[in-house]
């Protein structure tokens, strides 16, 4: 062989090579969800059984939030980031960042009316490695959160999960119709208690340029430090999310608690996600006890 014949050889295995060291250096990562009520999946199709503090009998009509900040946690408890993959239900912005919506309202049995697509996955890549937990937080980056539904791209431009352009996404919406509805002070009821989580007491006009500030955030971060994505879900509780309220009865304000600090209806179930009512940050950071590992 010439030379010149030996060096463009060499050149090309080099590149191969290459091409093939950058492949392996990245792997694809599903991270599947599932909702549960007393240990066995909960959804549209079939009552909830009893729920909260009054063991009420009640019927799912919405569950969805938004996830931020995918991570998984590697052997020295480094929080690796994933990159999502952008889709229908994931937005990737090197810019304003990265956000999912789980979607497990099929917007039929009790929860007519809704929205028939539904999603139960994050997709994305992490770097390759050994990986023994996963991070993530229920929220809305907030380059992206004060933002028009009209103007953003899926899954920022669900009406069913705007507030506003100023208070932005509700990141999580878990509606449930108790037998007998909810009583309200005046003596009437209403037939759904209410879950909104989202930033609340924010200021600033997006429409208008400004950038909007919130006084309590209410994002919450979660951790599950055992956790493997190719056997187990990220499994959404609702016993432990409805533990400690009554949704047989509304105490004012929102029916249900729609994140109001002065609701009376907000303190348990904000006490159950592990979010401080009074300024909107986590309690005790990843430590939710909402959220678990599941076998999948
Ligand atoms: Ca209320």
Redesign the pocket.
């Known amino acids: 062989m010439r030379i010149p014949a030996l060096i463009a050889a060499l050149a090309g295995l080099a590149a191969c090579t290459t091409t093939g060291q950058d492949q392996a250096e990245r792997r694809p990562v599903s991270i599947r969800f599932a909702l549960l009520k007393d240990g066995q999946p909960a959804s549209c199709a079939a009552p909830l059984g009893a729920l909260g503090v009054g063991k009420v009998p009640a019927i799912l009509r919405d569950a969805r939030f938004y996830v931020q900040d995918v991570a998984l946690i590697d052997s020295s408890g480094a929080a690796i980031p994933v990159t999502l993959t952008a889709n229908d239900w994931q937005i990737a912005s090197e810019r304003a960042g990265q956000v999912a919506l789980i979607d497990f309202e099929t917007g039929s049995g009790s929860c007519a009316g809704g929205t028939p697509a539904t999603n139960t996955v994050i997709t994305g890549s992490v770097p390759a490695g050994f990986y023994t937990g996963v991070s993530f937080t229920i929220g809305v980056p907030a380059a992206l959160n004060h933002t028009s539904i009209e103007k953003s791209q899926a899954p920022l431009n669900s009406a069913a999960m705007n507030w506003s352009w100023q208070t932005g996404r509700k990141f999580m919406k878990i509606e449930a119709d108790p037998a007998g509805g909810v009583r309200k002070p005046d003596g009437s009821t209403a037939p759904t208690w209410f879950f909104h989580l989202g930033s609340t007491e924010c200021s600033g006009n997006p429409a208008t340029g400004e950038i909007a500030q919130c006084k309590r955030p209410n994002r919450l971060p979660v951790t599950l430090a055992g956790f493997d994505p190719a056997h187990q879900a990220v499994a959404l509780d609702l016993t432990s999310l409805f533990a400690a309220s009554d949704i047989a009865r509304?105490?004012?304000?929102?029916?249900?608690?729609?994140s109001?600090p002065t609701?009376?209806?907000?303190p348990p179930i904000f006490g159950q996600l592990g979010v401080s009512l009074a300024n909107g940050m986590p309690v005790d950071a990843g430590k939710s006890a909402i959220f678990r590992a599941v076998s999948k």
């Open positions: 509304d105490q004012g304000a929102a029916v249900g608690c729609m109001g609701d009376a209806d907000c």
